[in-house]
């Protein structure tokens, strides 16, 4: 029986099962929606500062939500293939995570707790540990940090830099590790960064293994080839001109630089090279971990472990919580040296706990690598009707489209430029038949696929369905 046959996907309790299936059915009898303005949407734009992004592009304003599926308060019902960028990874409302937070809000534990212990929070640091690799886990410990990822890569920076006594950092072209002013230096995307001007510094970056535009016109093995041998050089040239850092971070697959997953030979060799030169590395799976591509965590597709790991989003199961995990040899730093009000959000670490749980039982991890193959095999069969797709690629249950001109002519490789208004037009087509994608990439010219993992078979066909009407109606 194939693992997705046998994911606890559909909710338990009447309330939930009757809200799902009529918002399933609700979703089948659509028609296609013009998307107009409504109150609340032009107060949020009086009110809300310019920096706001998702609703610009997804105009809408949600009132109910069950599994895959939300509804807008002018009644029209979408799947949510971004799910709050990968946060959800049980969906809407699973009365797994909803029980046990009505359970933990009448049992009178202090909701604020600091990094003060709770039976809570003791429970939750076994569960994340206990999903861990045993050989990485057996030697770990673990920082609570603030609400967001962002937080605990800043918090994993402070790490590295104490344990070493070093101050550069090796980042990636594409990266993105969050929006605070430290994660901003290892972002690759230039446009959040200009602004604060030349206070951005002790970061040098390298070529990431992107196969499709690959940084040294090679792609393949020899594209991982030469990036590894750059990286070598790098780390090992006394003229080089870059101090020997004090940390190599990384996403295991780039989100929103592109759903790029690095090859597995690669990470092999980073993972080798940065053993050999006595440089921890730090793995951001903040969007990848937790079942995400098809594993626990992204980095077992390879075989290694990190030094150092940071974890967010479907951690707390879909309430805001963020740790860094690391080998107990960097625990040098001096009590205090990370700190945060909203460390202690012991509804996260509740809701967390069940997620963890469900995760397991539900081997919900091998069913995204199931369904991420079904949905990957449907997406690269529209790649042949559709000369825009440029590469269909990701891991798992975490999915890119790269749409590129057609017209155009292409490069050395094969590759066609990046078009983004395509991409923005198919984005807005998908939206106007009940599904929500999310852009990303160079030029924002990659189309997201980040569903819950609890994601039926059925569903994942209709959102194949639905993207291919959504190309074929852009194009025009």
Not at 43 to 55: F, L, M
Not at 349 to 372: N, P, Q, V, W
Request: include cysteine; proline fraction near 6%.
């Amino acid at each position: 029986m194939p693992v997705s046959d046998q994911v606890p996907a559909a909710p338990r309790s009447p309330l939930h099962a009757g809200l799902a299936a009529e918002l399933a059915e609700r979703h089948r009898r659509r028609a296609l929606y013009e998307l107009g303005d409504h109150p609340l949407l032009e107060r949020q734009r009086q009110r809300e500062s310019n920096a706001r992004s998702y609703p610009r592009r997804l105009p809408l304003a949600l009132s109910r939500a069950q599994g895959v599926y939300v509804e807008d308060v002018e009644g029209r019902v979408f799947i949510d293939c971004l799910a709050g960028a990968g946060t959800l990874a049980l969906g809407h409302n699973h009365p797994a995570v909803t029980d046990v937070l009505v359970r933990t809000l009448h049992s009178g534990l202090p909701l604020h707790t600091l990094d003060i212990t709770t039976p809570v929070k003791d429970r939750f640091t076994q569960d994340v540990l206990g999903v861990l690799p045993a050989s990485f886990a057996r030697h770990a410990r673990i920082q609570f940090c603030g609400p967001t990822g962002a937080d605990a890569v800043e918090a994993a920076l402070k790490l590295v830099k104490t344990a070493t006594g070093r101050g550069t950092v090796i980042a990636f072209q594409g990266a993105y590790h969050g929006m605070t002013q430290g994660a901003l230096t290892l972002m690759g995307n230039l446009g959040p960064k200009v602004a604060l001007g030349s206070s951005l510094h002790g970061v040098q970056f390298a070529p990431y293994p992107y196969a499709y535009r690959c940084p040294f016109g090679l792609g393949g093995d020899a594209g991982v080839a030469a990036s590894l041998a750059y990286l070598g050089n790098l780390l090992s040239d006394p003229e080089g001109g870059v101090p020997k850092p004090a940390a190599i971070i990384l996403e295991v697959v780039q989100g929103e630089g592109g759903v790029i997953p690095a090859p597995v030979p690669w990470l092999k060799g980073l993972r080798e090279l940065a053993t050999r030169h006595d440089i921890p590395l730090i793995l951001d799976e903040v969007q990848t971990g937790f079942g995400r591509t098809g594993r626990m965590f992204a980095f077992e597709h390879a075989g290694i472990e990190p030094d150092v790991l940071v974890l967010s989003k479907a951690l707390g199961g879909g309430l805001p919580l963020s740790v860094v995990v690391y080998h107990e040899r960097f625990d040098t730093w001096r009590p205090g040296a990370h700190a945060g009000t909203f460390r202690g959000n012991q509804l996260a670490m509740a809701a967390g706990s069940a997620t963890l749980a469900l995760l397991r039982e539900g081997r919900l991890d091998a069913a995204a690598a199931e369904l991420g193959a079904r949905l990957m095999e449907q997406l690269a069969a529209l790649g042949e009707r559709f000369e825009c797709v440029g590469e269909v690629r990701g891991r798992g249950l975490m999915i890119g489209v790269e749409l590129v001109d057609a017209a155009a002519a292409p490069d050395a490789r094969g590759a066609r430029p990046a078009h983004a208004e395509l991409a923005a037009r198919v984005q807005h087509e998908c939206l106007r038949r009940g599904l929500i994608v999310e852009l990303g990439g160079r030029h924002g010219s990659v189309v997201r696929f980040l569903p819950p993992l609890i994601i039926t078979a059925a569903q994942v066909d209709e959102v194949a369905r639905i993207f291919g009407q959504a190309l074929a109606a852009a194009r025009v």
